[in-house]
């Protein structure tokens, strides 16, 4: 009986193959809506202060519920504080009710005799409502320079929350709801290789300019000097046939990577893969053509997420009156395809058919079909040009 130690049988791929009892409890480091699911602890106060210094993206990224709260608590604030400053003026000159006013008296400012009053001036002067019954009396120099300082500050509140609020609305991430990828990727044969395929598209007509797409593969490794390290990342090239950068994503893209000797998925096969513990994240970078602004549209695939021997349902067709038509009901959906069990065998199946290439060239193709598309007759009838 041959024995198997615990740690070679974890190095079948270059990650380590979860335990069964935690594979259904695979934490994900981002979700499949794009979210980093981390956490800091243990931060010095010293880098606490550091968000307070950029307080401007501090404010934009803090959620909505808390814009709203400061919205109102800055307005209240500011005009409860120089109400207290406008009580303070009507006291010292003696216009209150129930003080000892000379006859002649002369008020700083006319109808401000008690603090709710000083509040409701307060206010009119900050959003230069202005109802008529209380202005200065222009007696008192102090409350000139008073009025100037809270009509400065009152525009430079207005400004900055304005601000705050329209940069929250032009989020860029706002954009990237309307991209989506597939729920799961898939394993097949493409092109006589054996690649893994993920379906990406735009939900909006308006492009996303300049767009690149790339991959993460995270996993825990360990080092030949014996160190863990959790959460290495291995690039991942992904490619669509229009091109690698730059591409015209106007209709759904389906993306695959060529599993070769340089992939990181080099040594899976279809009974390894639901083992293993990765996670391979997918990034799309663009530019919205109506905003200009970039943006940044993520998911993440874990290993029960990925169907060797799978092959998309295609979802583009063309209507009878020549327009392209998408289904977006077949987008995650996929079906089952002859695949080789491992790239060895992918690669044994390639040779065997150059081995046995006679020369033929009439090969029949073999399509997946689609039951939900329409089915239309094409006419293009021969040019014929007279000399």
């Known amino acids: 009986m041959v024995s198997v130690s615990r740690s070679t049988m974890f190095q079948l791929f270059p990650g380590h193959i979860q335990p069964v009892g935690l594979r259904g409890r695979k934490t994900r480091l981002v979700t499949k809506d794009g979210h980093c699911n981390i956490e800091f602890g243990n931060i010095e106060c010293s880098n606490h202060f550091a968000y307070l210094v950029d307080f401007w993206t501090t404010f934009v990224e803090i959620r909505w519920r808390f814009v709203l709260l400061l919205f109102v608590a800055t307005f209240t604030g500011s005009w409860f504080v120089f109400s207290l400053l406008w009580y303070w003026i009507a006291k010292s000159n003696g216009d209150l009710v129930g003080q000892n006013r000379t006859e002649g008296h002369v008020q700083c400012v006319d109808n401000v005799h008690d603090l709710m009053t000083a509040f409701l001036y307060s206010l009119e002067t900050q959003t230069t409502i202005g109802y008529g019954g209380r202005a200065l009396t222009g007696h008192c120099a102090g409350t000139v320079a008073l009025i100037v300082i809270q009509s400065l500050i009152g525009v430079f509140i207005n400004c900055f929350m304005c601000g705050v609020i329209l940069a929250k609305i032009s989020l860029p991430k706002k954009r990237a709801k309307t991209v989506t990828f597939s729920d799961t990727a898939v394993i097949c044969l493409k092109k006589e290789s054996l690649c893994l395929l993920i379906r990406v598209a735009n939900l909006r007509k308006t492009l996303l300019i300049g767009s ?18 959790i959460l290495d990342q291995v690039d991942v090239d992904f490619m669509v046939d229009a091109g690698k950068d730059n591409l015209f994503f106007v209709c759904p893209l389906t993306l695959y990577h060529i599993i070769n000797k340089s992939s990181p998925f080099y040594e899976l096969s279809a009974d390894t893969l639901p083992q293993q513990d990765f996670e391979l994240v997918v990034f799309l970078d663009g530019m919205a053509e109506s905003t200009s602004s970039s ?5 993440s695939y874990i ?28 987008f995650s959906k996929s079906v089952q395809v002859t695949t080789p069990h491992c790239i060895q065998c992918s690669q044994a199946d390639v040779d065997q058919k150059n081995h046995n290439k006679d020369g033929h060239s009439n090969q029949q193709k073999q399509g997946i079909d689609n039951p939900g598309f329409q089915i239309i007759d094409i006419h293009n009838p021969m040019d014929i040009t007279k000399m």
């Open 212 to 229: 690149q797409i790339y991959g993460k593969l995270l996993r825990t490794t360990t080092t030949p000097d014996g160190e863990t390290i």
């Open 295 to 299: 943006c940044q549209v993520r998911t």
């Open 303 to 330: 290993p029960q997420e990925i169907q060797w021997g799978y092959s998309f349902l295609p979802i583009i067709s063309r209507t009878k009156t020549g327009k392209y038509r998408v289904d977006f009901s077949n």
